[in-house]
């Protein structure tokens, strides 16, 4: 109880600031959870479907492959599945295509992860921006009583709460967003692959 009291103090003594600087840890906490939920969903790991479609395209069995998309259902098997149609209806352009549904797909993955960024740069602001108001109040000297230096100092020590909790705001951000754009990365890379595999068969297809 008594650390709970100690921490509501020192969340008023960062000022009317630490309310922005709470919900920017909101935001932060909130993309999260519904980023990592996403990427869980989309079964971001893909191995195991790229080693059981590369040799059914090889070998053109896009029967088979299409079905093993399908049975998939990721967001690489999507992509997939959709130059597997295309190529099976005879679509000109699959190139094309097939970048526009990576397209679409990578759009869906970068979802929020600006925010993320925004707040890696704002929530320092935000943090030294408190501090300074916070200063500005303890140095003042219409609220300095003589004998008592102790004034000041405790004052700036309370005002640099607002930077402390904005720089760990911005350390949580920045940790989400490495942590996703490194999944991002792999996904992209995942897509590539099954993107020039397609593209590299579906030309053989035809010249043969």
């Known amino acids: 109880m008594d650390s709970l009291q100690e921490g509501f103090h020192m ?20 993309i999260g959870i519904e980023r990592y ?11 195991q479907f790229m080693a059981e479609l590369k040799p059914l395209i090889e070998e053109c069995k896009w029967e088979s492959a299409s079905a093993l ?10 992509v997939a599945s959709r130059g597997i149609n295309c190529f099976t209806q005879k679509v000109v352009n699959i190139e094309s295509v097939l970048e526009g549904e990576a ?5 869906k993955l970068r ?7 925004t707040i890696v740069t704002i929530a320092p602001l935000l943090g030294l921006l408190g501090t300074v108001i916070g200063m500005i109040g303890s140095f003042s ?9 102790l004034a000041i100092t405790g004052g700036v020590g309370e005002a640099l709460v607002a930077t402390a909790s904005g720089l760990c705001v911005a350390v949580l951000s920045m ?7 490194h999944r991002l990365d792999h996904v992209i890379t995942e897509i590539e692959e099954v993107g020039i595999l397609l593209v590299r068969q579906i030309k053989q297809e035809k010249v043969s």
């Open 175 to 181: 940790l989400f967003y490495s942590y996703f754009n």
């Open 141 to 149: 000297v219409m609220n300095v009583k003589n004998g008592q230096p």
């Open 111 to 117: 979802s929020n992860l600006n925010h993320l960024d």
């Open 69 to 78: 998309c399908r049975e998939n259902g990721g967001i690489v098997a999507g």
């Open 11 to 30: 969340f008023r003594a960062g000022g009317p600031i630490m309310y922005f600087i709470l919900l920017c840890s909101f935001i932060v906490v909130s």
């Open 37 to 47: 939920l996403y990427y869980k969903n989309i079964k971001a790991n893909n191995e």
């Open 103 to 107: 397209s679409l797909a990578v759009a």
